[in-house]
């Protein structure tokens, strides 16, 4: 069965510090990739998508991913974040046809002020 | 534009009862879904339904009933409630199609077994 593996349970950072958080897929196929974040207290929320084209996909609040096939990998980035960012953070990467997600562990991120 | 709405969004229960939890939809997307959030385990999938009176189980089923009598409803029934049931529960909806399209996700039901 598919998996998704987000290596970072918990990640600390200081406002205007660079983030990077792994994600990475087991199926060898064609995959559509998401990633989600989930405010304090608030639902989950789309970031970004990636179905095809430019494996460097930007999303909302500054956000950005890179999907490398090789790799296997869809690591999502932000140059500065802000302590608004404090968040949890889904990896996610369809399941063939029907619209079925499967959602990687999530990342705690922490933006300390 | 209400878009996804989920109730209750607080519960309390005891093992062995019965509970019901709701989700409505106003954009007629036909896709919905049911996962349930843990520590630690991210999101699970529960059950899934592509259209009105098509419904199928995902990853974690077991304990669960569902129904989707209309297409902006798809209500999650724990037949027996037990404490492994305890969790947050988010409904969310797409437009489906050919391949996986976004999913919108409701604001969570927070249910407790005791």
């Known amino acids: 069965a598919q998996s998704v593996s987000q290596h970072n349970h918990h990640v600390i950072l200081s406002e205007a510090a660079s983030l990077e958080l792994g994600c990475n897929y087991s199926y060898g196929g064609t995959v559509n990739l998401f990633w989600y974040v989930q405010y304090p207290g608030q639902h989950l929320q789309l970031l970004l998508k990636y179905f095809s084209g430019d494996p460097l996909v930007k999303g909302i609040k500054g956000f950005e991913a890179e999907f490398i096939k090789s790799k296997f990998s869809f690591n999502l980035r932000k140059p500065s974040v802000q302590w608004s960012d404090t968040a949890e953070y889904f990896c996610?990467?369809?399941?063939?046809?029907?619209?079925?997600?499967?959602f990687g562990q999530g990342t705690e991120l922490s933006v300390k002020p | 534009d209400a878009g996804i709405t989920q109730s209750p969004r607080y519960k309390i229960t005891e093992t062995g009862r019965q509970v019901t939890l709701m989700c409505h939809q106003t954009w007629s997307h036909s896709y919905m879904f049911w996962y349930r959030q843990d520590l630690g385990h991210g999101l699970r999938l529960i059950y899934y339904s592509a259209a009105a009176d098509i419904t199928d189980k995902g990853e974690v089923p077991d304990g669960y009933v569902v129904s989707r009598s209309k297409t902006e409803n798809f209500p999650l029934t724990l037949e027996s409630a037990t404490r492994s049931q305890t969790s947050v529960y988010f409904c969310?909806?797409?437009?489906?199609?050919?391949?996986?399209?976004?999913?919108?996700f409701g604001p969570g039901t927070r249910l407790t077994v005791l």
């Open positions: 969310a909806s797409s437009d489906g199609g050919e391949m996986a399209d976004t999913q919108y």
């Open positions: 996610a990467v369809n399941e063939g046809q029907g619209g079925k997600l499967i």
